[in-house]
């Protein structure tokens, strides 16, 4: 009996190898097909601290036969809303409350939905996944010198529902559309470039657009219906793809450029508000006023970004 035993022990462990192997191989779309596997959901609880941020561009502006040069943000930390109060990205300042659900649809397109380990709590405020961001500053800087373009720069909020849509159905390329709702609750920066200061910045949605969605409102959830919901929530909704773009010199001939990156704003809805500065006295800044951007609609705007 012990030499039975011990011939199955040593089988099992010979088999575990290829054992491994098959479950590597195995990809989300045969997990679909099985009962209890058709995705994944993960949980996130995280602070992110980052002492620099390096963007070069190595040839400048060819055409203008300028040097190269950089531009640099230092002293960035991402976590909850008190980040953006200037406390550390610690355990006690943390973008938690947050889960990540992960499906395969179909047609082999990727779906990611970033909503809430409270999912109730978040959308009728209770209990909020709230971000903070903090930048120390952003500079500019070539053999010539460098200057400050921003600093002080700190974001507060609350987080609702994101969706993302990896999918390709046209052999084209791929496309990634992105649905998320946000709101801004606090926000203050300086542009020191021009000597102009942004405090309470808000960005929001007072039309409330979010008790009308049909995935997440009246007709989804169900709970903005109670009335105590969040009200407030901006929304953004774009499609990122890769297409081509003709570029005419003043010469008047024509390039065109392949594999550009375009990105579409299909809807965008928030109202922004701020007080400005301008100067400061004695350690007091000297106030500008305010500005109020009611209902800001950028829906069918379209940037291409490409190399030159």
Same mark, same amino acid.
């Given at each position: *009996? ?14 575990? $190898? ?7 191989? *195995? /990809? ?10 058709? !995705? ?32 640099? *943000?230092?002293?960035?930390? &991402? ?14 300042? #943390?973008? /938690?409350?947050?889960? @990540?659900?992960?499906?395969?649809? !179909? ?13 109730? !709590? +978040? ?6 996944? /709230?971000?903070?961001?903090? @930048? ?10 460098? +200057? ?45 470039? @021009?000597?102009?200061?942004? #405090?309470?910045? #808000? ?5 409330? $657009? &979010? ?14 219906? +109670?009335?105590? !919901?969040? /009200?407030?929530?901006?929304? +953004?909704? *774009? ?10 010199? $003043? ?58």
């Amino acid at each position: *009996m012990k030499g039975l035993k011990k011939l199955a022990l040593a089988s099992a462990v010979a088999a575990a $190898p290829f054992a491994q192997a098959e479950l590597v191989a *195995m /990809d989300d779309a045969v997990l679909a097909d099985m009962t209890g596997q058709a !995705g994944v959901s993960i949980e996130l609880d995280t602070a992110v601290t980052v002492g620099s941020f390096t963007y070069t561009d190595t040839d400048g502006f060819a055409s203008a036969g300028n040097n190269a040069g950089s531009v640099t *943000m230092s002293g960035i930390a &991402f976590g909850g809303a008190t980040v953006a109060g200037g406390a550390a990205a610690t355990d006690d300042a #943390r973008f /938690d409350n947050v889960k @990540i659900d992960i499906d395969v649809d !179909g047609v082999g397109g990727i779906l990611m939905h970033l909503g809430a380990v409270d999912t109730a !709590g +978040v959308l009728t405020g209770a209990n909020t996944a /709230d971000f903070g961001l903090h @930048i120390d500053s952003v500079t500019s800087s070539a053999a010539a010198g460098s +200057v400050t373009l921003a600093s002080n720069i700190n974001i507060g909020g609350n987080l609702g529902p994101v969706d993302v849509n990896i999918n390709d159905t046209t052999g084209t390329g791929a496309v990634i559309s992105v649905s998320a709702y946000f709101e801004v609750t606090t926000g203050d920066m300086d542009i020191d470039v @021009i000597g102009l200061g942004v #405090r309470n910045l #808000r960005v929001f949605d007072d039309s409330n $657009p &979010f008790s009308a969605d049909a995935t997440y409102g009246t007709a989804g959830l169900g709970l903005e219906a +109670v009335g105590t !919901g969040d /009200d407030n929530w901006a929304k +953004v909704a *774009m499609q990122i793809s890769t297409g081509s773009t003709t570029v005419t010199d $003043p010469l008047g001939a024509a390039t065109t450029i392949d594999s550009v990156l375009q990105v579409t704003v299909a809807e965008m809805a928030m109202d922004i508000t701020a007080d400005l500065t301008m100067g400061n006295v004695g350690g007091t800044d000297l106030s500008l006023g305010s500005i109020a951007i009611q209902d800001l609609n950028m829906s069918g705007t379209t940037v291409k970004i490409y190399g030159h």
